[in-house]
């Protein structure tokens, strides 16, 4: 399971609308209800779409017909797309009872930690350090990491920028799914040197996604105290 195969990423266009700030948006799929100026977007009893930033929304995806049509949801992530925002997919329940227009910030900090859940990085656990762990192909997996750790770090920022008040609430989760990954990685990378399964480009894609890693960890966990393991030092060394 990974975040870059289940989340469907939209990719943004030049912005040709402005996001509309309310009551309602009319799609050809439906009427959908507008909250906090064009953040939360809402079909019936249930929040179909949260926008992180103006440019960054998570966009319901895979539920059944009575939390919205499928045609709406896409629809309504193309219409996003269309005003220039990136688009990510998330598969969530969330009655719009649950979402206080007043405080945007516990409806983004609960639809982040479901996001955080889907990603193949936050999905591993913890492992004894004598267990081998001989998943192949290494390319592939630090292309994947890479591409979480990007996307992770958008979504960070975009917090930083807009709800800087809430991302003490994120920070711990963070700090968690770096410090698993980081021990997994570098088990990985262990058994992959170890018996030999290092290819000659694996180094160059190694590098890539721990840059992408480190460059999120230094902004966000360094200055709580975030210690990186003596192998990750040596290899961004």
């Avoid at 840059?211 to 210690?227: E, F, N, T």
């Amino acid at each position: 399971m990974n975040a870059i195969s289940m989340a469907h990423f939209a990719a943004p266009t030049a912005i040709s609308t402005p996001l509309p700030t309310g009551p309602t948006l009319a799609l050809p799929g439906g009427v959908v209800g507008v909250l906090n100026a064009g953040r939360v977007f809402a079909f019936d009893r249930w929040v179909v779409a949260v926008g992180v930033s103006p440019n960054l929304f998570i966009v319901l995806t895979c539920v059944g017909e009575r939390h919205s049509p499928p045609a709406l949801r896409e629809q309504l992530a193309g219409y996003l797309a269309a005003c220039g925002a990136d688009v990510v997919r998330l598969q969530i329940r969330f009655p719009l009872g649950w979402h206080v227009c007043g405080s945007l910030a516990r409806t983004l900090v609960y639809w982040i930690f479901h996001y955080v859940g889907i990603m193949s990085i936050s999905m591993e656990p913890r492992l004894g350090i004598d267990r081998p762990r001989l998943a192949l192909p290494i390319a592939g997996q630090a292309t994947e990491a890479r591409d979480e750790w990007l996307w992770l770090g958008r979504v960070w920022q975009a917090m930083e920028d807009e709800l800087p008040a809430a991302l003490p609430q994120l920070d711990w989760l963070l700090w968690e799914i770096s410090h698993r990954w980081e021990v997994r990685w570098a088990l990985i990378l262990r058994d992959a040197e170890q018996f030999g399964y290092l290819l000659p480009g694996d180094r160059t894609h190694i590098k890539l996604c721990d840059r992408a890693w480190v460059a999120l960890i230094r902004r966000y966990l360094d200055p709580h105290g975030y210690k990186m393991l003596p192998t990750t030092t040596a290899r961004l060394l």
